[in-house]
């Protein structure tokens, strides 16, 4: 981090102590910017004058009385973008990338090394200034023919690209809301890095964490926008209970994404990720369901998981257990155990008063969804049991959020 004035003489500096010997900044058309704008700035990829390295930059403006006295300037360690990019591939058959401003890669997946201060393949930079976002056949830098989306930020103007190798592709549906849920979450996780690393950096970092919080929003109901249409079209010829299905479950997303909006994407209570998706099933009576448990915060990336895991139980309730009559009950309870010297959640569902209860032969998705969500995504185990009173869910899973 470094301070700087107007013209661009540095005042401070986290990297050295020595602030007399500190350069101009090589950046200054970006300096110039912040002044004449008043507000934060992104940068394209260029050599820092002190750390004499390939960087990034985020600029915020330090206003008194109106007028602007200093840029603040935070280079995040490029390392952050290459951790986003690598938890977010779903494969080795994908190619990641981020750019600037200028269409040049920062941040990469494979070869980020051999690859970063490089310019964007032809056949893809060409149609990155064309339109914001778009699907497109490109050809790699490695040669390899792709199948790939990109989405450019109309924040930091800076574009997620990724691309499947044309060979790996099974269908066209999967291939899209593969494309879709990496990209969203990308700039979903980019977004919160910043959030996070200006909050607790800079101490009057909140204008920028509120336009950070404003993109990730954005972005998000974006991507949901996308599934829905890609859903609409994809399951035309398809029955209206396999549409309905999906929809639904794009729903649960919705719900999970709008109440985290409201908090700003700080997380959530379970209790209200619960009520918000047990909310349709209990217009008519609410007293059909009755939840009970401790307050316990929730970390946005296990909101979301438990609100889809909540929202399976309940459809499946609705169809086929208590709450598929008049007369059925559902209890959601709740509480945090220790294991290991680790707080963990216990949730379970009980089912009574519906019909009777009879196992299914075969699993649907519904219930692998449950089950590889709770083990995957939240580090612990989801059973079942079909009980002559009611179906019982039992979910345990890890508080800590190690993403």
């Known amino acids: 981090m470094l301070v700087a004035n107007r013209e661009g003489r540095q005042l401070f500096s986290s990297v050295t102590s020595d602030t007399a010997g500190l350069p101009l900044r090589n950046n200054r058309e970006i300096v110039e910017k912040v002044f004449a704008t008043k507000r934060p700035q992104y940068s394209n990829l260029f050599i820092g004058a002190v750390k004499k390295q390939l960087i990034v930059t985020v600029e915020v403006p330090v206003i008194r009385d109106g007028e602007i006295l200093y840029d603040i300037s935070f280079s995040p360690p490029i390392e952050i973008f290459r951790a986003i990019i690598e938890k977010q591939r779903p494969s080795p058959d994908w190619t990641i990338s981020i750019f600037d401003g200028n269409g040049i890669s920062f941040a990469r997946i494979p070869n980020p090394q051999e690859t970063i201060g490089k310019r964007a393949s032809p056949s893809l930079y060409t149609e990155m200034f064309r339109k914001p976002e778009a699907t497109l056949q490109t050809v790699s830098l490695e040669g390899v023919p792709l199948i790939t989306a990109f989405a450019r930020s109309s924040l930091t103007g800076w574009t997620v690209a990724a691309g499947i190798a044309e060979s790996s592709l099974v269908g066209p549906l999967w291939r899209n809301l593969a494309m879709t849920s990496v990209i969203g979450g990308i700039l979903l996780l980019t977004g919160l890095a910043f959030a996070v690393r200006m909050a607790t950096t800079i101490a009057r970092g909140e204008m920028l964490h509120d336009l950070l919080i404003e993109e990730l929003n954005h972005r998000v109901k974006n991507t949901l926008a996308i599934l829905q249409s890609i859903a609409a079209q994809t399951f035309r010829s398809a029955s209206k209970a396999e549409r309905e299905k999906f929809e639904g479950r794009l729903g649960a997303l919705a719900e999970a994404h709008n109440l985290l909006s409201k908090e700003k994407w700080q997380g959530s209570e379970l209790q209200d990720v619960v009520g918000r998706v047990l909310q349709p099933y209990l217009l008519n009576n609410p007293e059909r369901a ?33 709450l598929s009559n008049d007369s059925g ?75």
């Open 329 to 403: 009950t559902v209890a959601l309870d709740w509480e945090v155990i220790t294991e290991n010297a680790k707080p963990k959640l216990r949730m379970i569902w009980s089912e009574a008063g519906g019909p009777p209860v009879v196992a299914p032969v075969q699993r649907g998705f519904g219930s692998r969804l449950i089950e590889r969500s709770a083990r995957d995504q939240l580090d612990g185990e989801a059973t079942v049991d079909f009980l002559p009173r009611g179906v019982v869910y039992t979910v345990i899973c890890s508080l800590e959020d190690k993403s």
């Open 290 to 322: 009755r939840m009970f448990g401790p307050r316990i915060p929730l970390s946005p990336r296990i909101a979301v998981v438990l609100s889809m895991i909540v929202h399976e139980m309940a459809t499946n309730a609705a169809k086929y257990g208590a």
